[in-house]
């Protein structure tokens, strides 16, 4: 937004320093008293327990059931890192890190085991009092997420996200939880990654009720403005509710990747790539953080894209004027999950349906950046990462923001190298943000604390910064170095040198030709 450009440089002073004030030769690369370090994880990617004291299904348990092939290694979560039952290891591995939060989500299913309020499962409930006492018995802050990706299956039966239905539905759950655990919880995510959610409506990648279905371009752009309600209504609900005798802080855990133009010398690159970072953050930020609307842009392009196509009307969905007022300002602090930069070029818009269509652009891989060999989507990129918190604050001012999910993925091994260089490279960019550029970031949270079901790369893919052998009823947790160097972060508040001098060469200025590579 226009006028947010305007907002003078922060004079939030930290630890005697001024963010926004250092030049990158004077900078110490030491955090203030005060900021957040923590790691993260999810219910259906660690507890396993997935039908126990009461649960009911939700869709992830149906799809690793039901379509094989669908998870890569055929695997489920159905006993995961049996965090279920091992929640107190997870814990000493968070203290043994020295993490002071720890962000974590509730099963919808555990709570209620339809998503529906005519059923409470009260061992569900003392499950998670269990889990939150022993987090601040060892001195580490609960950060609980309501909603991570485990829709109930009897809702996705209904449509699930699609069916407006499931808000009024949501709303209740979020009662339930806010009533329970909100006397000691203080941080709050309603939702997480609502962007990366609704594309279970495009491309399947995450599951309704068949992964075989879709409704690119139209159930895509239905479950966002439906998340986007259940989490404004969730937001006031609390406000009007609990706030007074529980002042914790609540938001949604937005993901956003960096874009950036094919060819630096191409203007029509650059204007795509402009385009894709304001609509990918904007879609879900501007009506929260912004104007209670979608952005401009995104409401052109998919209104002309529909005209084109036939369709009397633009499939992006409108917010009503009382909506509008219901949406905008829902937040306390801007949650953010980040983990790579793409390249993108124009491209024509197809006749069919489609977000990307819609979007005209075409996304490439930064072919020069080393990658994940697990997650082939993942590359060390520490600069897109300040480009994107510099346009959060160009865009929405000086807003606290927490960095929700940052990590790495790798094939569990115990001496993680790539894995430390890309955590230490992304927390220097983020550092120089702070301190350079002015943004007023309060936390960082490494995705994860331990190895667990990556989704539809089952057990392919390990995020963790403990290793977790799947193949051992007892699932003991085993630190890897990057465990010993969160350590000495949080210990010393300090990026090692080696890694501030690393950031620096994974450049997105410079772009050697694919046949230069060795």
Known sequence: MAMCA???????????????????????YTFPEGFMFGAATSAYQIEGAWN????????????????????????TGDEAALSYYLYKEDTKALKDMGMNHYRFSIA?????????????????????????????????????????????????????????????????????????????????LTINEPENHSFAYETGIFPTYNPNMSAPGVG???????????????????EKEFRASQNGKVSLALARSWFEPLDLNSAKDKEAADRMNIIGL?????????????PEVMKKRVKDSSTKQGFPWSRLPEFSPEERQLVKGTYDYFALNHYTTFLVTPAQQKPQPSFLSDQGVQELIPWWLPASNTSKWLFVSPQGFRRLLRLIKQQYGDVQICITENGFADSGELEDEMKMTYIGTYMTEMYKAMYIDGVNVIGY???????????????T???????????????????????????????????????????????LDIRPKKNDLS
Request: aromatic residues 14%; without cysteine; hydrophobic residues 40%.
């Open 52 to 75: 126990v004291d009461g649960k009911g299904p939700s869709v992830w348990d149906t799809v690793s059931h039901n379509f094989p092939g669908y998870i890569i290694d055929n695997s």
């Open 445 to 459: 949270t490494v995705w994860s604390v331990i190895d667990n079901m990556e989704w539809r790369a089952g057990y």
């Open 108 to 188: 919808w299913t555990r709570i209620m085991p339809t998503g529906l309020p005519n059923n409470i499962n009260k061992e569900g409930i003392d499950h998670y009092n269990k889990v939150i006492n022993n987090l601040l018995e060892n001195g580490i802050t609960p950060m609980i997420t309501l909603f991570h990706w485990d829709t109930p299956q009897y809702l996705q039966d209904l449509g699930g996200w699609a069916n407006e239905f499931i808000v009024k539905a949501f709303v209740e759950y979020a009662r339930v939880v806010f009533k329970n655990f909100g006397d000691r919880v203080k941080w709050w």
């Open 6 to 28: 305007l907002i003078a440089i922060l004079v939030l002073s930290l630890n005697g320093r001024v963010l926004g004030d250092q030049s990158e030769e004077n900078l110490n």
């Open 461 to 507: 893919s390990k995020f963790g910064l403990y290793h977790v052998n799947f193949t051992d009823p007892a699932r003991p947790r085993i630190p890897k170095a990057s465990s010993y160097m969160m350590k000495e972060i949080t210990s010393t508040r300090k990026i090692p040198q080696k890694y501030a001098d690393l950031a620096a060469t994974f450049s």
């Open 220 to 238: 895509t752009y239905m479950a966002a403005k439906n998340m986007i309600l259940a989490h404004a209504h969730a937001f006031r609900l609390y």
């Open 282 to 294: 904007g879609w879900f930020a501007e009506p929260i953080f912004g104007n209670g609307d979608f």
